[in-house]
């Protein structure tokens, strides 16, 4: 099964919500991150968790073990579903995240790779790979990876063994649905959507990648 994750990176409430009610029939999950939860506020969740779908708060937390457990404290009474953390600070800072995802009935996912060119300055020489074991260490859901590097998406594969892959970077950055689809568990696809005129038919053509 490859879920489509629809990105929700825009800055206006009610365009947020349009977007999101038009989508969601053609979605599997909802990611919101800073630029709509700085607009708008983090009451958003409660407005789009009732369309149904998992939310994925994107805000990449990466502090020390007790912030990290502040912030993922508020995010789940938000209403999120699972939040993603960044790995660099250590396992017990990734620990920090799944610990109060699970005591919500949350999900954490732990960015192995970012999708951009830049993330190679630091995301390389098997730090993936490092990421991928405080993963497994921590008992975190699955890494973010990136949809514009299918190769490296692959080797992590080999990491994580059955945990999940979320991958962002398709569309706008470059990725391809096709080359990436059958390697993950979802596509988490931003511009692509919410920028169309239709986004509701920009989604339903990402339909066949959705197995
Ligand atoms: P676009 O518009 O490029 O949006 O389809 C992609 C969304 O995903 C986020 N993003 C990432 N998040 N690691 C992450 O954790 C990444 O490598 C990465 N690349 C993109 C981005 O912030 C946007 O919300």
Redesign the pocket.
Known sequence: MTDLIL?L?VTDRSEALRIAAAVAPEADAI?V?YPLVLAAGLGIAHDLAELGLPLIA?F?VADIPNTNTLICEQVFAAGFSAV?AQGFPGPDSVLACVDAARAAGGECYV?A????PG?RTFFSEGVPERLCAIVAETGADGI?A?ATRPERVRALREQVGTKKILS??????GGDPAAIAALVDGM?????IYGAEDPAAAARAYAPYRR
């Open positions: 990105s990176d990611k991150g994107d990449k993603i960015v790779e970012m999708s951009h993330a973010i990136p962002p970077g398709i569309g706008a950055q988490i696809v931003g511009r692509s």
